[in-house]
């Protein structure tokens, strides 16, 4: 029995120290079904990455390739989601389009998770650094996001990776706020004493104790500022200060589209349908991680 106790326990010790990263698939899917609304986000989510990797098996044609002879064609069995003004296929713009927003969100998310997560953890266990990284980030702040992206672009040329840049700019501060509200919480706890009264240096107790704790919280606003980096990408479009015209996206095809909605409407629904879904879906998904991450949301449901 003593022997059998002892298994038991060592066990359950085991499972207790199991990394939160390992454990996440599993906690994902026991919450996409306890919560509908997740599942729908992420089954979105998935199905736009799907149809943006395989945009060219999908029945494509060449996106950027005018014919001027078949200017505004209505939605038809030959023609799915009609042309445009210069009788762009709108359907394979479309298609395509979704491979520069997602890029983008997914670029932009991990960057200003990371660099948050970074400088959050730097800016909550250390009061010097605190002063200088917050100082800078209350100063990005103050400037509304969409103007800020706009100067950037301004200053950096229209192009997808100066998008990213631009966007990472505007995104991280929000992450840099979230992950030190967290440290300075997490810095006060008992096993963090614990950890520096045997010795344990400070890089010892970021990476071992700190970081690991401000996981969850980083994941669900990664979500966050995906959807938010995919709006701001199709603003940017949309001004003219975003993606260059040769290469479709979403924002650049409404905006192309403004002048001729009285002539051919399908022009601008089309590419707004998708956009709308994808940032539905990547919110659902995100406000489904938060419960399903935060202990007393996950408590309640």
Do not use: C
């Amino acid at each position: 029995m003593t022997t059998q106790s002892g298994s038991a326990t060592a066990t359950l010790g085991t499972a207790a120290k199991k990394p939160f990263l390992a454990r996440l698939p599993s906690r994902l899917w026991r919450g996409a079904r306890r919560n509908p609304n997740m599942a729908y986000g992420i089954t979105i989510v998935v199905l736009m990455g799907l149809i943006a990797i395989l945009a060219p098996l999908l029945l494509t044609v060449d996106p950027v390739r005018p014919k001027p002879t078949e200017r505004f064609i209505p939605p038809s069995s030959a023609k799915w989601f009609g042309t445009d003004h210069i009788g762009r296929d709108v359907y394979s713009r479309t298609l395509y389009g979704a491979r520069v927003s997602l890029a983008v969100a997914a670029s932009v998310s991990i960057i200003a998770i990371t660099a948050g997560g970074l400088l959050g953890a730097a800016a909550g266990y250390d009061r010097k650094a605190d002063m200088i990284i917050m100082r800078v980030m209350d100063g990005l702040m103050a400037i509304p996001s969409i103007l800020l992206g706009i100067a950037l672009m301004a200053a950096l040329g229209g192009s997808v990776q100066n998008v990213i840049i631009a966007l990472s700019v505007t995104e991280t501060p929000i992450a840099v706020r979230i992950v030190r509200s967290s440290v300075l919480s997490i810095r006060e706890m008992v096993y963090v004493d614990a950890a520096r009264s045997i010795g344990a240096g400070a890089w010892r107790i970021m990476l071992r104790h700190i970081l690991p704790n401000v996981v969850a919280p980083l994941i669900v606003q990664g979500t966050f500022i995906a959807s938010a980096a995919v709006l701001l990408e199709a603003y940017l479009s949309f001004l003219g200060a975003g993606t260059p015209p040769g290469i479709p996206s979403w924002g650049i095809m409404m905006a192309d589209a403004q002048k001729y909605i009285t002539v051919a409407i399908w022009v601008i629904t089309f590419p707004g349908i998708f956009l709308t879904l994808t940032v539905l879906g990547i919110s659902l998904a995100g406000d489904g991680l938060r419960d399903n991450l935060d202990p007393k949301l996950r408590r309640r449901m």
